[in-house]
């Protein structure tokens, strides 16, 4: 009898164990299913972001649209120079009042063997900055930090000799 009794103690064990648990309701499992679902589509969205923002750096690195038929501005930078990064958001914000096909802008990373052997072509430091009309011929060199206000009628100037009609 004490086999039975024991039986009867391991099944009534199990059922207690089996009652313990938590029953997931429908609500609960729709709860989760939406927090999968947002939690996908904001993953989502933020690799789409990373994305562009890799390929539009990516193009911008590409110095072979240098004399592609537009005028450009090259920057040579060196990413870990303050100076070279004061340059670069003063260049671009400069760069605003032009549109996207209007004037290039590219930079020409010294840290990269294509970015120091266009600075190196050149014999420039970096902190410079070199306009190329739209065949490729440097036309202006400018080197040092330069402020906003002072690089817009600069760049304002050279997209007006050298953007074709």
Known sequence: MAK???RKQAQ???QDAAAAQPEVKRRDMLKLL???????????????FTLRSVRALAHEYDLSRVGQGKPSVVQVHNPQCPTCNALQRETRQAMEQFGECDLVYLVAD?????????ANFHRVPHVTLLLFDGE????????GMRAREELEPILAGHFERFAKS
């Open 136 to 143: 490729g011929q440097l036309q202006q060199t400018l080197q």
């Open 110 to 118: 010294i840290t990269t063997p294509d970015g120091e052997a266009f």
């Open 34 to 48: 939406r927090n999968g679902a947002i939690g996908a589509v904001a993953l989502g969205a933020g690799g789409y």
């Open 4 to 6: 039975t009794s024991k």
């Open 12 to 14: 009534k064990a199990r």
